[in-house]
C-alpha cells in the first residue's frame, strides 16, 4: 500500500492514459553500465559521426542497446534505424558541454517518469527511493494489471511496477535527475525536487552566453 499519499491521489496522478505512455516507454528501458550524462554525450558523438564500432565505450550489444532505447524515450535518437533526431543533432552541433547538458535537462522535464515523480515530490515534499518505489510502484501496479485486463498491454501477463520498481529508480531515474540537477539527494537519501524552472533559466542563460564566446 501507498506510504506517503493516499491510493486515491496516487490514481488520480497517474490515470489510465499515463499508465500506458510509462508503460510502452518502460518496455524497452534497462539499466546500462556507467550510464550518465557523460556517457549519453558520448554516445550522441559517436553515432552522429557514424562511428559505428561503439566497443571503445566499453559496453556490449545489450547495453548498447539499452542506451539507445533510452536515448529513443528521451528523443535523442531513432533506435530503429539508429540515426539521431533533430534534437540529437543539435546536441552533436554545440561546441559547448553547458549547452549540450541544458538540452539534456529541458529534455528530462518533459520525460513522463520525471514529470511524474516531480508531481509526486511537489506534493510529498521529500522521499526516499524506496518510498517513490511503494508509491509510485504500487500505482503502476494497480493501472498495468487495469490494462491488462483491457488487453490494452499485450507484450506482458502479469502487473509490474517498471518504470518505477527498483532497479530503473535506483539506477536510471534518480541518478539522471540528480546529475541534471532537476533533484536534489541529501546525505540520508531523502530526494527532494529543485525548482527545475529556475535551474533551467540559469543553464540556458549561461550556456547561451558561453556558446556565443566559442
Same mark, same amino acid.
Given at each position: 500500500?501507498?506510504?506517503?499519499?493516499? *491510493?486515491?491521489?496516487?490514481?488520480?496522478? #497517474?490515470?489510465?492514459?499515463?499508465?500506458?505512455?510509462?508503460?510502452?516507454?518502460?518496455?524497452?528501458?534497462?539499466?546500462?553500465?556507467?550510464?550518465? #550524462?557523460?556517457?549519453?554525450?558520448?554516445? +550522441?558523438?559517436?553515432?552522429?559521426?557514424?562511428?559505428?564500432?561503439?566497443?571503445?565505450?566499453?559496453?556490449?550489444?545489450?547495453?548498447?542497446?539499452?542506451?539507445?532505447?533510452?536515448?529513443?524515450?528521451?528523443?535523442? %535518437?531513432?533506435?530503429?534505424?539508429?540515426?539521431?533526431?533533430?534534437?540529437?543533432?543539435?546536441?552533436?552541433?554545440?561546441?559547448?558541454?553547458?549547452?549540450?547538458?541544458?538540452?539534456?535537462?529541458?529534455?528530462?522535464?518533459?520525460?513522463?517518469?520525471?514529470?511524474?515523480?516531480?508531481?509526486?515530490?511537489?506534493?510529498?515534499?521529500?522521499?526516499? *527511493?524506496?518510498?517513490? #518505489?511503494? @508509491?509510485?510502484?504500487?500505482?503502476?501496479?494497480? $493501472?498495468? @494489471?487495469?490494462?491488462?485486463?483491457?488487453?490494452?498491454?499485450?507484450?506482458?501477463?502479469? *502487473?509490474?511496477?517498471?518504470?518505477?520498481?527498483?532497479?530503473?529508480?535506483?539506477?536510471?531515474?534518480?541518478?539522471?535527475? #540528480?546529475? %541534471?540537477?532537476?533533484?536534489?539527494? @541529501?546525505?540520508?537519501?531523502?530526494? $527532494?525536487?529543485?525548482?527545475?524552472?529556475?535551474?533551467?533559466? +540559469?543553464?540556458?542563460?549561461?550556456?547561451?552566453?558561453?556558446?556565443?564566446?566559442?
Amino acid at each position: 500500500m501507498p506510504k506517503n499519499v493516499s *491510493p486515491r491521489f496516487l490514481l488520480s496522478l #497517474v490515470d489510465l492514459s499515463r499508465a500506458l505512455k510509462l508503460a510502452e516507454l518502460a518496455k524497452a528501458l534497462a539499466v546500462t553500465k556507467g550510464f550518465g #550524462v557523460d556517457l549519453i554525450l558520448n554516445f +550522441i558523438s559517436r553515432v552522429g559521426l557514424e562511428k559505428l564500432d561503439l566497443g571503445d565505450l566499453g559496453l556490449d550489444d545489450t547495453h548498447i542497446k539499452y542506451l539507445s532505447n533510452f536515448c529513443d524515450s528521451l528523443g535523442l %535518437l531513432d533506435s530503429e534505424n539508429f540515426k539521431l533526431s533533430a534534437l540529437g543533432e543539435k546536441i552533436l552541433n554545440l561546441k559547448n558541454k553547458e549547452a549540450k547538458i541544458a538540452i539534456l535537462m529541458q529534455l528530462t522535464l518533459n520525460w513522463e517518469p520525471i514529470k511524474v515523480l516531480s508531481e509526486y515530490l511537489n506534493v510529498v515534499k521529500e522521499a526516499t *527511493p524506496d518510498e517513490i #518505489v511503494e @508509491d509510485l510502484g504500487w500505482v503502476m501496479e494497480k $493501472r498495468t @494489471d487495469e490494462l491488462i485486463k483491457l488487453r490494452l498491454i499485450s507484450w506482458q501477463q502479469k *502487473p509490474f511496477k517498471k518504470p518505477f520498481n527498483p532497479h530503473i529508480v535506483n539506477a536510471i531515474i534518480i541518478p539522471w535527475a #540528480v546529475q %541534471l540537477e532537476i533533484f536534489h539527494k @541529501d546525505d540520508k537519501g531523502k530526494i $527532494r525536487l529543485i525548482k527545475p524552472t529556475e535551474n533551467y533559466r +540559469i543553464h540556458v542563460v549561461s550556456s547561451e552566453k558561453r556558446e556565443k564566446l566559442t
